[in-house]
């Protein structure tokens, strides 16, 4: 075989002659080799990954320049989880002014090189108690509203709307269960991946610079954000999305909804909205779901209540028309009738 520039399967043929092995004297040496060319593609793929990843992660919550803090969100959840998360902020910020104030008025105004001699004394109860009490005071004071938010965020009852959300590898299907107290039956089914301008652009040597991907008509920069099909719901209604997964473990996220639920094959969660501001609103998978993960992007188009119930009639009239269009073609045809 030396010579040849080939050879043939070694062991249990993991290795062969486009590993650029010559003979079995270089396997010993451990000598196999990668062209520059694979090398680099693998570089390319690596960097690829770890640019759709970092991507995926701002998609997530669909930052804005310079944001430095949670959004505020569009829903009534939303707006008291920012309430509390200012207020714990205020707290810390409070109690570290204090803590680290003390701090270094202790190191700089009572060192030893001024003099300063230390006291004595090892205890002081109402020193202690203090320390104590006000500590435990305060996460009372945080716990008890956190607790209430809790209990109202999973309180999806007296929903005027349900929409089952179904995760795969990779997209999303979104099944209109009831409106306004009737089940909705009519409607299709609505199949939610990645637009195909942001597919392509995210493929290997497409030749597709990501940042051309925009919105035609707003401009905005939607790359791995838009998708093909949004989720269409009406504003001013409360919206129970009931949650789970086909295939593996996904996630459903949409930040100014503060709606969050993992989806989990054979278990359905609950989560609700209701949004009084009609919009685009997007959302991420986020939990790791395979190699395509960043992929899954999620747009919910919340639009005013009259314009929502006039689509949900054209949906269901088109629907109609689809159903007795496929009935026609399956019906058999009645022979002519013989001449005689």
């Known amino acids: 075989m030396q010579g040849s520039g080939q050879v043939g ?7 062969n002659a ?3 092995v010559s003979d079995y004297s270089d396997l010993s040496k451990g000598a196999i080799t990668m062209s520059s060319s694979n090398c680099k593609r693998r570089i390319t793929g690596a960097v690829a990954a770890l640019g759709a990843i970092l991507v995926s992660m701002a998609a997530a919550a669909d930052p804005v320049p310079w944001q430095m803090n949670l959004p505020e969100g569009v829903t009534p959840i939303s707006h008291q989880i920012w309430n509390l ?3 714990a902020l205020w707290v810390c910020v409070a109690l570290g ?6 701090m270094f008025i202790a190191i700089f105004r009572f060192r030893r090189s001024k003099g300063a001699v230390a006291e004595t004394w090892s205890h002081n109860t109402l020193l202690e108690l203090g320390w104590t009490i006000v500590p435990v005071l305060i996460l009372i004071g945080l716990a008890t509203p956190a607790t209430i938010l809790t209990r109202e965020m999973y309180n999806a009852t007296d929903a005027q709307m349900t929409v089952k959300v179904t995760g795969y590898q990779w997209l999303w299907r979104y099944d209109y269960v009831s409106y306004d107290g009737k089940p909705v039956t009519k409607v299709p089914t609505i199949y939610s991946r990645l637009a195909w301008d942001s597919n392509t652009a995210r493929q290997l040597d497409s030749g597709v610079n990501p940042w051309s991907v ?4 707003t401009g905005f920069h939607d790359y791995l954000l838009d998708v093909t099909h949004p989720l269409v719901i009406p504003a001013g209604v409360k919206v129970r999305f009931l949650i789970t997964a086909d295939d593996v473990i996904h996630g459903w996220w949409v930040p100014d909804f503060a709606a969050k639920r993992d989806a989990i094959p054979g278990i359905m969660n609950d989560a609700w909205a209701k949004v009084d501001k009609p919009g685009i609103y997007r959302g991420q998978c986020y939990v790791l779901c395979g190699q395509d993960h960043s992929a899954m992007p999620i747009v919910v188009k919340v639009l005013p209540k009259d314009q929502f119930n006039a689509w949900l009639a054209e949906q269901q009239s088109a629907a109609a028309l689809d159903k007795a269009a496929r009935t026609a073609q399956a019906a058999p045809q009645k022979p002519a009738p013989a001449k005689g």
């Not at 002014?97 to 003390?102: N, Q, Y």
């Not at 925009?214 to 008509?217: E, L, T, Y």
């Open 9 to 15: 399967l070694w062991r249990h043929g993991f290795l």
């Open 18 to 20: 486009e590993l650029g």
């Open 85 to 87: 998360h200012m207020a």
């Open 97 to 102: 002014i204090l803590v680290f104030g003390a």
């Open 214 to 217: 925009v919105d035609k008509q």
